[in-house]
Structures are given as C-alpha cells and as structure tokens.
C-alpha cells in the first residue's frame, strides 16, 4: 500500500472538495483519502496505479496531477503564480469595465430603454459585459456546469446563478422594452450588467488575494523540501564526482565541504565538525560530530570537513519522514473541522433554497412592482454567501500551526491532537531522557573491600544491559581504566536488576528491594545510600555471592531548561507529575528541583500504562511525556502522547506528537502551538457564521421594512470576497503569535 500526493486544480470551494471526495469514495483500490482544501492536495494512500486516482478526480470533473519530488512542488508553485496573475488580470478587467458602467449609471449617461438608440445601445452593453463575464469567469461558469451535471452545487453555482440572473433579468428587460413598449413599470426598467461585471471583477479580486496569502501559508513545509541539496560529491574508487543526489545509493561515500548542507542520512567515517541541525530539531546550538556519528540529510555541516557513508536515501531518510509527517497532519482535520465540513456540504442547497424563499415574499408581500425588489434581493443572497470562508477556516490554521510547529522540532500527527490539547490538565513526565539529560554518570561508590574488584565485576555483568544506569557502570570502569570481566547466564528483570556468573561468582545488581528478594542484608550499607539518595542520585546495590559489597550513586543531572518548563507549564495551567523507576526519595530531590507537583516513584515499566488509566479515571485529561519505546504503552494510553525522538528516529507510532529535541521546553512550545491553533479556527469558524448569519438575512431584505435598507448586489460580491481574505489572514497570523 503506497501512499501518493496529488495537486488538485479547479478545486475553489468546500463543495468542490466534496465532489472529489465522493468521487474517491466511489473507487475501488483507494484504502483512504484526505483532501487539504487549504493548499488545493490529496493524501491518497492505495495499491492501484496513480493515474486511476487522477481519473476518479478528474471524473468529478476537476483537475489532478501528481507530486513526487521537491520539483514538482517548484513546478507546481510556478503554475500557482501564474495562475494568480491571469486572475489578477481577469478581475481587473472586469472592475474596470464595471467600474466606468457604474459611473455612467450615476451621472446619467444610461441609455434611455424607451428610445430606439437606448435600446440598441442596451444591446451593445449585453454583448460587451457578456464577453467579460466569459473572459474573466468563463471557468466559473464551466465550473457551475460540471457541478450540476455531476448533482454537486458548490460556489460557483452560487457565483453563476447570482451574475447569471443579473445578466438574464437585464437581457428581459431590453427584450420586453423593444417587443412591448411600456409593458414594465418604470421602477422594473433598471438593467444589472454592471452589476454583473463588477461582483465578479470583486470575487475574483479576493480569489487572486486569497490565492497569494495561501501562497505564503505553508512557508515551513517549502523550507523543509528546499533543505536537501540537488547535487552531492560522491567518492568511489579515489575520485570525486559531483552526482545528482537521488543517484546515491547506501554505502556510498560522500565528501561533505565547510559550509555544505548533508545530502543525506549517514555515519561519520572521517573528520569532525559542529552541525547546524536547527531546521530540523529547533535546537538552536550546533552540534559536535565526529566519526561513528549519525548525520541526517538537511542539515548544514560548519567548519570541518567529512566524509560519509549513505545510510538511507530517498523516503527513508529523516527528511522525507518529517516532510510525510508534516504533510499528514496538515491534510488532518479535528472534530471542529469534520463539523464545519458537514456544513458546508448542505450550506449551497441552503442558500439557493433561502434565494427562492426571498423572491417568493418579496413578490408576495411588496409593493408593486416587486420583481425588481425581488431580483435585486435573491441576487444579493446568492452573491453574499461564502462557503469559502468556512471551509478555509479549519484547515488554513493547521497548515500555518502544524507548519510553525515543525520549525519548533514538533511533529504533530494528528488534528485531534491539535484539539485535545486545549483540554490538558494532567502531564505526565517520565524522568530520564526528559526531566534530566538522560546520561547518567557515576558520582559516588561506597564498597567493603577493594573498589576496583568489584567494579571489574559490575561492568563485565552491565556490559550486557542496554540500561542507561547499566551503561554509566561500564563507563566508569573503563575510565578508571579497569578491563571488564567476563560474565555468562546474564538475566535481567525489566525496572529490578540483572544477574550473572562471573569469575565463578554470582552477581547482582538491581535496585534495593530486588537484591533483598533474593535473601540480601543490605542493612550495612543503608547509612551512605540514605547520604547518598538525599544528594537525588540513583542508587545500584550490588551483592556477591549473596553478600552486599558495593554501592553506587548514579546521578543523571535536571536540564537547563526543565524547571523553567515545567514554571511554564504550571502558567498554562498544567498539573505536572513525574513517574520514576527511582525509589522516592531520589525521585523527590529531582522533582524538588524541577519543581514538580506530584511524584509517583518506584514504578516499572509496565505499570506506566495503569498510572496513566487510573489519573484518567479521576477524570483528569492526561498528555504523557516518554522516549517512545518504552514508554509506548504508556503514550498510547494517554489522551495526547508527546515521545521524545532523538533527532534520527522520528516514526514513533505510538505518540501523537513527536519531538525532534529532547528537551520539555518542546512540550510547551506543542501545547502552546496546539492551543492557539485551536483558537484561531474558533476565531475563523466564528468569523464565518457571523459573516453568513448576519449577511444572508441582511441581504434578502429583513431590515427592508425598518429602514429601507436593501444590499447592493456589488456591495455583496466585495463582503464576499473580503470574508475569506479574512480567514486567510487571520490564520496567517499564527505565524507571529507569542506562544506562551
């Protein structure tokens, strides 16, 4: 099952997108399917060839064209702009001839239908505005068209049917003054071309605009597609060449110049130097690499020169994952999406029916002649309803969020993570990796007997674990520069301790109460590993033969950043609490410093998940914190899961955010993201029905009555245009917004 992108084109409204949507639902092979209206694609992911997806959009009557490579995207962006210009021009057009219509209107210069000359003059002026209106909307029409002849009413029908009404009623009026003289009154003898021309010059005015601001939108997912260069210098056999860079292939060696950006993912094989991995994890220090290291594509190498081995090319590389990443949640949509989405595929029938209405009182409760009330009204309804504005409301603000947040190290999978956040009482942080720097090192040894013996020991028995405590024994030994000894039946019990022979010895080392499980005094040694546990250190007891002998003190130190995250947290008005393996007293000094809530200490791995069940049964809204491995359980229990990547490992299925940095100050910077993405769609959906709900009654006439006030038709076609200008610029806006 592969997953394609496609560029939609003719797509110009929520109605639209509802169009294809059906379509692709209709088509056998597509698993599923998410169309952004925002910046005009499909996700598609199935089994079948492209071009039947490009024949099932095409079927409902729209345009599509698919997306493989960063020059499709140029390609595309280049159609876009031109595509701007020809609107621009096409608005101009039809403002201007509307516009100098218009000033004839007001100084008189309006032919008289009752003359010969003003009824051919009349005609001129149908013909004229009636090869603008094919110039400058002749794709609406089209558009209105295949709608309908496919059963879907979008804005383009409301856009055709208001201008076209214009055209036709004035087009009657010429007809009835040449074949019957005086058969209308005076007040129905009023001809609407101008009208016409100038509610289009307006909607394509704000569709031209529009289509710009939505242009600047997605600035965050071009720069992650411009950060891979085009060319490489690939070393084979001793010589250099330069080489596009989709010809590298794993195992290849690339030669990486000062001030060059890595091509792709690779290990270090010569040289050192600080990158600048800012882009990609929001880490605004370079880091230092040298050979062993991990580089990932993208990434822009400092002063030092180096020489790599490709690792992953193509979609494989850490690049192409956070751009998938990024691309998917834009196209995500939260519950307030899928809602505003329900409405607008009803919202074109709703406005039609509520134009039939409005001619059918006007002529039913006006004075005569009420006709020309009547079109002037149903036009005005027509023209002022936008289903822009409310489909644009929710995913224009997750392209700018999810965008900002991807700059900040944080990719968020998922619209109702965007959503939920909002909802966050309880975070729930693991302690190593997260709260601390997750290194930790032998501070303190407390031993009966020679130090170094039994250190020999201890780390020729952790040389087997992968446990970060494990590993800061065997690096302590070799520091000291001790030669590992050799173990053999290695067993270890996942949050306890592990166990081996070494040296014809049984070893233990684990935490306390797992050594006294298996019959260990450790009381000689409880005054230092009070001393020690007071300092916050994590404490390894290790037995021989069934006897306590040695004691470490393992310190793993707090971030620089953690306790003025976790301040932040509290002002965003969190709970926060700690979950550790530590026993509690090492796990209060730690919190004590971070300046945590609540701590729950002693914990295994495996009771994480229940912690996060029974905080969810108090019913608190709980967001977990975790390294995304073993805390994957755990991250797919709480209601919003942030795992820390480590900058080369970004598909963590288990989390609905994932963090390129690990540091707790990217889980501010996603909560405060989130949050104000969700207010700012509140704010545009809000916008939207206010717009609609105010402007539809306004325009078919309600204040009429009170006040005399009827919409001008041309007044209706500018509020229009203006209302998704609107929508785009206030999601814009989250660009620039303070994340607290």
């Not at 100084?107 to 009824?119: E, I, K, N, R, Y």
Request: glycine letters at 8%; aromatic letters at 4%.
């Amino acid at each position: 099952m592969a997953i394609y992108q496609f560029a939609l084109h003719n797509v110009r409204c929520a109605g639209c997108v509802r169009s294809v949507e059906k379509s692709l639902q209709q088509s056998e092979g597509i698993d599923d399917f998410a169309i952004n209206f925002a910046d005009r694609t499909a996700t598609v992911q199935t089994d079948v060839d492209p071009s039947v997806v490009v024949q099932a959009v095409e079927a409902a009557g729209y345009g599509a064209s698919l997306i493989q490579s960063p020059d499709d995207y140029e390609q595309r962006a280049r159609q876009e702009r031109a595509a701007f210009r020809q609107t621009l021009k096409q608005s101009l057009v039809a403002l201007l001839v509307g516009g100098v219509l218009m000033l004839a209107m007001l100084v008189g210069w309006m032919p008289d239908l009752q003359t010969h000359s003003g009824l051919l003059q009349g005609v001129a002026l149908g013909v004229i505005t009636l090869a603008i209106m094919m110039y400058s909307a002749g794709h609406i029409y089209k558009g209105a068209w295949k709608g309908l002849f496919h059963g879907d009413l979008n804005m383009d029908t409301l856009i055709a049917l208001g201008t076209g009404t214009a055209w036709i009623y004035s087009t009657g009026v010429l007809l009835v003054s040449a074949v019957a003289p005086g058969a209308l009154p005076a007040q129905a003898m009023h001809l609407y071309y101008e009208a016409a021309v100038m509610i289009l010059g307006f909607i394509l005015l704000g569709q031209a605009l529009e289509s710009r601001a939505r242009g600047n939108t997605n600035d965050a997912l071009r720069k992650l597609l411009d950060l891979q260069p085009r060319e490489a210098l690939r070393i084979r056999d001793g010589e250099s060449k330069s080489v596009p860079v989709a010809m590298l292939l794993p195992g290849d060696r690339v030669r990486i110049r000062p001030g060059e950006r890595v091509p792709v993912d690779g290990v270090v094989l010569e040289g050192s130097s600080h990158l600048d991995e800012s882009m990609l994890t929001g880490e605004p220090l370079p880091v230092k690499r040298e050979a062993g290291d991990q580089v990932t594509g993208g990434t822009v190498n400092g002063q030092g020169g180096l020489l790599i081995e490709v690792s992953a090319v193509g979609q494989k590389t850490v690049l192409a994952q956070i751009v998938a990443t990024v691309r998917e949640a834009q196209n995500a949509k939260p519950a307030l999406g899928r809602l505003a989405d329900r409405i607008a595929a009803v919202f074109v029938p709703i406005v039609i029916l509520i134009a039939v209405v409005t001619v059918a009182m006007w002529v039913w409760l006006a004075p005569a002649p009420a006709w020309p009330y009547a079109i002037v009204a149903a036009l005005t309804v027509l023209i002022v309803a936008c289903p822009c504005a409310l489909g644009l409301a929710t995913p224009m603000s997750v392209m700018v969020g999810v965008g900002r947040a991807a700059e900040k190290g944080v990719l968020i999978r998922n619209g109702d993570a965007l959503q939920q956040a909002r909802s966050i009482t309880t975070l729930v942080v693991d302690k190593t990796g997260t709260l601390t720097e997750g290194k930790p090192a032998v501070v303190e040894i407390h031993a009966d007997g020679d130090v170094n013996q039994w250190l020999q020991l201890a780390a020729g028995v952790e040389q087997h674990s992968e446990h970060p405590l494990a590993q800061a024994v065997v690096a302590h030994a070799r520091e000291r520069g001790l030669e590992l000894a050799e173990s053999e039946a290695f067993d270890a019990t996942a949050g306890s301790g592990v166990s081996a022979r070494a040296e014809g010895r049984q070893i233990l080392l684990g935490n306390r109460n797992w050594v006294e499980q298996h019959a260990v005094d450790t009381s000689a040694f409880a005054e230092q590993a009070e001393r020690f546990s007071r300092a916050g250190n994590s404490l390894i007891w290790m037995a021989v033969d069934g006897r306590m002998q040695l004691l470490l003190a393992v310190a793993d130190r707090l971030r620089e950043d953690s306790a003025a995250a976790v301040a932040r947290l509290h002002r965003q008005g969190l709970e926060v609490v700690m979950l550790s393996g530590d026993n509690e007293q090492t796990a209060n000094a730690i919190a004590h410093d971070a300046g945590i809530d609540r701590v729950i200490a002693e914990v295994k791995p495996e009771q994480k998940q229940a912690v996060i069940r029974d905080l969810q049964a108090q019913g608190k809204i709980v967001a977990m914190v975790g390294d995304g491995i073993n805390d994957a359980p755990a991250l797919a229990q709480a209601d919003i899961g942030y795992a820390m990547g480590s900058g080369t490992d970004v598909a963590i299925s288990s989390a609905d955010v994932t963090l390129m940095r690990s540091s707790l100050m990217s889980v501010v910077d996603a909560i405060g993201i989130s949050r104000a993405t969700v207010r700012n769609i509140k704010q545009n959906l809000f916008g939207a029905f206010i717009y609609n709900t105010l402007a539809i009654p306004v325009a078919a006439g309600v204040l009429y009555p009170l006040t005399g006030l009827l919409f001008n038709p041309i007044i209706a076609g500018a509020a229009m245009a203006l209302s998704s200008i609107t929508v785009v610029t206030n999601a814009r806006r989250l660009k620039w917004t303070k994340i607290e």
